[in-house]
């Protein structure tokens, strides 16, 4: 008996025809929080046809949105910062799909204006420096940038989920 490929292997260069290009970006609506970054490969180099998610809780329930990559790899969201809960710093989970992973790649988005919740939340402390710096934001022009590197030199620390 033969058995078919599923399609978690099989995303290969199919990936891109189910590529949302309408970006559905806005988080949180009237959010005012812009937060931007690109996707990278293990080269450096841009991963344009990649799919970014962030989902966050909020004062409405849970936030959600998603945003395709340019030719330069970049995404963009508007959003607000999430409260903290308990003993965790504010933060935004971020999912990626990408063509080649087989399975969606997961991690969290820290914000760098929390200093002190950030020192005492639990998943950054099970870290290192240089891994915890992979999960928080930077500021940059009143933007709070996040890049996403997939592999190689400064990695983004991913979740198994």
């Given at each position: 008996?033969?058995?078919?490929?599923?399609?978690?292997?099989?995303?290969?260069?199919?990936?891109?025809?189910?590529?949302?290009?309408?970006?559905?970006?806005?988080?949180?609506?009237?959010?005012?929080?812009?937060?931007?970054?690109?996707?990278?490969?293990?080269?450096?180099?841009?991963?344009?046809?990649?799919?970014?998610?962030?989902?966050?809780?909020?004062?409405?329930?849970?936030?959600?949105?998603?945003?395709?990559?340019?030719a330069e790899g970049r995404?963009?969201?508007?959003?607000?910062?999430?409260?903290?809960?308990?003993?965790?710093?504010?933060?935004?989970?971020?999912?990626?799909?990408?063509?080649?992973?087989?399975?969606?790649?997961?991690?969290?988005?820290?914000?760098?204006?929390?200093?002190?919740?950030?020192?005492?939340?639990?998943?950054?402390?099970?870290?290192?420096?240089?891994?915890?710096?992979?999960?928080?934001?930077?500021?940059?022009?009143?933007?709070?940038?996040?890049?996403?590197?997939?592999?190689?030199?400064?990695?983004?620390?991913?979740?198994?989920?």
């Amino acid at each position: 008996m033969t058995v078919g490929r599923t399609p978690s292997q099989t995303v290969g260069p199919f990936f891109t025809l189910g590529l949302c290009r309408t970006p559905q970006n806005e988080v949180v609506p009237g959010g005012t929080l812009r937060v931007v970054g690109r996707v990278l490969d293990g080269a450096g180099l841009p991963v344009e046809d990649a799919v970014v998610e962030l989902w966050q809780p909020g004062r409405a329930g849970t936030g959600w949105g998603r945003c395709g990559t340019d030719a330069e790899g970049r995404f963009e969201f508007r959003t607000e910062k999430p409260p903290a809960e308990g003993d965790a710093a504010p933060s935004i989970d971020v999912i990626v799909f990408a063509r080649g992973l087989l399975r969606h790649l997961v991690t969290r988005m820290y914000f760098p204006d929390e200093a002190d919740s950030n020192a005492v939340d639990p998943v950054l402390a099970s870290l290192d420096s240089a891994e915890r710096e992979t999960l928080v934001a930077r500021l940059e022009d009143g933007v709070l940038r996040f890049d996403l590197r997939l592999q190689g030199e400064r990695q983004t620390v991913f979740f198994a989920v």
